[in-house]
DNA sequence: GCCCAGGCCGTTTTT
DNA sequence: CGGCCTGGGC
């Protein structure tokens, strides 16, 4: 696009409070954005007006992101709002990353090495444990990592606040104390930063160095509810030269308190900026209304919160399904059934893409991925395992570690018997001890060793020694010598992708492989392959564009970031995960991620396996407040379709129940028992939230398939009631599932398990999934991202009519501040007079109409609905003891004048919109769970007239399904052996 | 007696 | 996929 006349184009599709957003004049802009609001949309559209219209250049703007998926995927949406390539120039990424570019070109003037290497996760706690052990302190290192990295996280600034009392004993303290020196001592030895240090260190940089970052004209924060306090000194002292900064955020969704995310941060920020101009995003142009409902009756149960307004674009939808299973593995057989029966009842309006898996933990992904796999359906999982952490991929990793950085002696002693060399875990750890305690590295020790200037105390048997000397030291010295001198083959440096090769051959590494995983090493050096061509890409990549780099400042050197490998390494230790060459955009696959993942993304379908107590909330959290937050980042990724599933039944072995996760009990009723009959209307109202063309209704069903089920009958919606079943097979014919059997018959079991596992491999032919091959997805391909926006473009564009009606609800508004309606969040947090600290609270929910003159008193009795909320209001960081509220500053009269409906998300304004639903799609409210009488049998009926049997589609007789349950039996008990045929959804024509 | 290697169990969420 | 236990080899 033409940058002369990019105003308008920018504004295109938004609505009147983005359009505010986006051009808002105010130095400081907070963005309160729910779910599906478009807020990467605004933000990008802000980035662009900023750039174009303001007139920034794009090399001082920062955009900080929390993780790098959310990073690539603003780049890829700024580009195509800017155009020209200029989205590079733009310092944009995660935190993490952005802090360590600076540290990169600067850090020295901190004292730092220019070559230092990131610590990540597995280092920290090897270091911590190593150091607990040797000093015999009597801590868990897992908690003395987490008290470490909750220290550092705190940030300087933010004093006032107590310490917590998590430490009682003094001695105990003492030792966390210790471990932290210790745990600082070594890393700086050994020239590394954790992920914290890299936040700590760039502050105290740009503290120190304020010219660094002399040309930030303006910074933007995405998902700001996720900041800590190190992350909102960084944010503070990114924009010192100008303060101007904009955040997005939504409290409802932090989820990352574990990691020290402060809401709180929120409040401070309105605090130390007045003048901070609020919009809110209150329309929702992802989800059905009726999902929209149900989430926030489950975010609502948290008093506390900041309750904010939300309201449906869309129309009602079907309600979101809670069903039972009997096991974790019947559940997963039932997603499995269900996902075909909702795609195959589309036509081809909706694929793998659109269906995703979200999960509390990435270990319940097993029985799920096995039941995809057993199916034929390709899936990818997002979260969980990642491509860098696969041993393998580790090792070689750590071999270029050491050769970037010798003295990293974690690494080395993770190669150091690998591949064998007759070093033992005992030797290893007696050299790392005798390293620390003479302040030497590893690598010297052992090299001297060999070398015979210096004997090691560690006794090294002559073998391992020869070894350690011929096949570690001298092989990666020599490759160390020539990086940077032009002594490779051709008389260039040695390359990235070369010295990786060359490693391999030097180690033999694919003979090590065979041996050291004889069963699956071909997949294994297929990932070695995979990896080299990372590399390879990355120095391609790199090569051709400079974006790491930092605006040069006048006056202020920088250090040139020339090296390869310290990039590439940097890079590894801060992707979540490998980006590939995107292999197959083609195939469509599902999603399994976990919700932690799944944030910013949205699907058509969404599952939310495994509801019960101790998955979610689950068992080892603190702060259920948070997982019930999590439960409603899950919730408000559907865009049409919500299931919800509990196994009664646990699958630990034992047998034990389940029981139902305490954010869904309370709101049970309104979840439909089982999956929505997916006649006409259903599916063209979905067809419509997804501005997506349905299928006509002869084509759909001349697709189907053999024994296709219409309905979600193929598990019993009481799993109880197949507990009673005299021959212990479950009535609707799904008898195979071994963890289905009460715990009565173990001995039954065995043949059963012998019989899917045969299966199994069977099916495990013919398909590839992430589960072998990790790497076949690129993140940036979710289907989730584009979506809002592209939404809300045709959204406006199409239903003219529901933008009117919107129009008439919402008040008109003063264009550049906060709307008279609009509530301020100070008003329902406000600063008290003095310093001391802040002091919240919030109006009672049952606030006068705007006329009544006298100020309101806040309120603080508890019986009014909402009691005073203290300033660690949904501050999960804070203890609740100190929640007094002190109501010292009158409201501001805005705040009085607001709509009332701003403080009442909840009901009142339900209604109108869903008379407005003119096409009369509401039915699919109708359709509940007990299986509903005539009217919905619609789309069966047809089915029995339509369904013709593709000729030479088998022999074997075969009826279509879902009719009458007491035809099925039988011919259920047919249908394992049929699985794989279940989808055709195209049939050649 | 010491040390290496192979089998078995449990696994929150992420930069 | 790592940490713990037991058995085999130096």
């Not at 444990?129 to 290192?141: A, E, F, H, T, W």
């Amino acid at each position: 696009m033409p940058p002369s006349t990019p105003n308008h184009a920018i504004l295109n599709g938004l609505n009147d409070a983005q359009k505010r957003a986006v051009t808002s004049k105010a130095a400081t802009v907070a963005i309160l954005a729910g779910p599906g609001s478009g807020k990467t949309h605004t933000l990008t559209a802000r980035v662009a007006w900023l750039v174009d219209h303001v007139g920034f250049r794009p090399e001082d703007v920062i955009v900080a992101t929390f993780t790098v998926k959310a990073a690539r995927e603003m780049k890829e949406r700024i580009g195509k709002a800017l155009g020209n390539d200029r989205e590079k120039r733009i310092i944009l990424g995660t935190f993490h990353s952005i802090a360590r570019r600076y540290l990169a070109a600067y850090g020295r003037h901190i004292g730092l090495s220019q070559k230092f290497g990131i610590a990540d996760d597995t280092d920290s706690r090897a270091i911590i444990s190593r150091i607990c052990k040797r000093l015999q302190l009597n801590v868990d290192p897992a908690f003395a990592r987490a008290w470490i990295s909750k220290k550092k996280a705190k940030g300087t600034e933010d004093a006032a606040k107590p310490a917590r009392q998590e430490v009682t004993n003094v001695a105990g303290l003492q030792n966390l104390e210790t471990c932290y020196r210790e745990y600082q001592k070594h890393l700086e030895t050994t020239n590394l930063l954790d992920y914290d240090d890299l936040l700590v260190r760039c502050v105290e940089l740009l503290r120190k160095f304020p010219s660094c970052v002399s040309n930030v004209q303006t910074v933007l924060i995405d998902e700001y509810q996720d900041t800590n306090g190190i992350q909102y000194e960084l944010m503070k002292l990114f924009a010192q030269r100008h303060q101007r900064i904009t955040i997005v955020g939504d409290p409802d969704q932090s989820i990352y308190g574990w990691r020290s995310a402060e809401i709180r941060n929120l409040w401070r920020l309105l605090r130390e900026f007045p003048k901070t101009d609020e919009v809110s995003l209150e329309e929702n142009y992802r989800s059905s209304q009726s999902i929209l409902d149900l989430s926030l009756s489950v975010i609502k149960q948290d008093s506390k919160r900041y309750d904010k307004v939300l309201k449906a674009i869309h129309n009602m939808g079907s309600r979101p399904v809670l069903r039972r299973l009997k096991s974790a593995s019947a559940e997963a057989e039932w997603i499995v059934s269900e996902v075909r029966r909702v795609l195959t009842l589309s036509g081809s309006m909706l694929t793998y893409n659109d269906v995703a898996i979200l999960l509390r933990s990435a270990s319940l992904s097993r029985h799920i991925e096995s039941s995809l796999g057993k199916a034929g359906i390709a899936y990818k999982m997002v979260g969980g395992f990642k491509f860098y952490e696969r041993t393998e991929i580790r090792t070689l990793l750590d071999y270029l570690r050491v050769i970037h950085q010798p003295e990293n002696n974690d690494a080395l002693a993770r190669i150091l018997n690998v591949p064998r060399r007759g070093v033992g875990d005992v030797t290893i750890r007696s050299l790392l001890e005798e390293a620390e305690t003479h302040s030497l590295s590893v690598w010297t020790v052992l090299s001297k060793h060999c070398r015979g200037d210096r004997t090691a105390k560690t006794r090294i048997t002559k073998q391992a020694e020869q070894k350690l000397s011929g096949e570690l030291l001298r092989p990666l010295d020599s490759i160390r010598r020539r990086i940077g001198e032009a002594t490779g083959p051709n008389g260039t440096p040695l390359g990235l992708v070369q010295m990786i090769e060359q490693l391999l051959t030097t180690l033999e590494f694919e003979k090590h492989l065979k041996t050291a995983h004889p069963d699956d090493h071909e997949q294994r050096w297929a990932n070695v392959q995979e990896f080299i061509s990372l590399a390879s890409d990355f120095v391609r990549d790199m090569g051709s564009s400079d974006e790491d780099a930092l605006p040069e400042i006048e006056g202020l050197p920088q250090t040139k970031e020339v090296e390869v490998l310290s990039r590439f390494l940097a890079n590894v230790s801060l992707a979540s995960d490998a980006q590939t060459g995107d292999a197959d955009q083609s195939k469509p696959l599902v999603t399994i991620s976990t919700i932690h993942a799944a944030k910013g993304l949205e699907w058509p379908i969404v599952f939310v396996p495994a509801v019960y107590k101790g998955s979610i909330p689950h068992i080892r959290s603190e702060d259920d407040n948070e997982e019930r937050r999590l439960l409603y980042v899950a919730m408000t990724r559907a865009q049409s379709l919500l299931y919800l599933s509990c196994p009664v039944f646990s699958s630990n072995g034992n047998g034990e129940r389940t029981v139902l996760s305490p954010f869904v009990e309370p709101v049970e009723r309104a979840f439909m028992k089982k999956g929505p009959c997916l006649d006409r209307p259903v599916m063209s109202e979905i067809a419509r939230i997804l501005q997506r063309q349905l299928p006509p209704e002869d084509s759909i069903f001349q697709g189907l398939p053999a024994m296709f089920s219409l309905e979600d009958n193929l598990f019993p919606v009481d799993p109880e009631e197949a507990k009673q079943d005299a021959n212990g097979r479950s009535n609707r014919g799904h008898g195979y599932h071994p963890d289905a059997q009460p715990s009565k018959r173990p001995r039954l079991q065995a043949p059963s398990i012998v019989q899917d596992s045969a299966e199994e491999t069977q099916w495990w032919k013919g398909y590839s999934t992430t589960m072998e091959q990790s790497s076949t997805f690129t993140v940036a391909a979710l289907p989730g991202f584009v979506s809002v926006a592209a939404h809300q473009a045709a959204i406006t564009a199409a239903n003219t009519k529901a933008d009117a009606a919107q129009k008439a609800q919402v008040v008109k508004r003063p264009t550049s501040k906060r709307p008279t309606g609009q509530k301020s969040i100070m008003g329902f947090v406000k600063l008290d007079s003095d310093q001391s600290g802040l002091v919240a609270t919030r109006l009672p929910a049952t606030v006068q109409p705007s006329n009544s003159s006298p100020a309101p008193r806040l309120v603080q009795e508890p019986q009014a609905a909402s009691a005073a909320i203290a300033p660690d209001l949904a501050g999960h960081r804070l203890g609740a003891g100190k929640l007094i509220a002190r109501p010292s500053a009158p409201i501001e009269e805005k705040t009085l004048k607001r709509k009332q409906y701003t403080c009442f998300s909840s009901s009142p304004t339900r209604p109108a919109a869903a008379e407005d639903d003119s096409s009369g799609k509401n039915t699919a409210e109708a359709d509940n769970n007990e299986t509903p009488p005539e009217p919905t049998r619609a789309a069966a009926c047809l089915h029995v007239t339509t369904c013709a049997l593709p000729k030479g589609h088998g022999g074997v007789l075969r009826r279509p399904g879902g009719l009458s349950r007491e035809n099925i039996t039988p011919i259920e008990k047919l249908r394992k052996p049929f699985k794989p045929l279940t989808i055709t959804l195209k049939r050649p024509s």
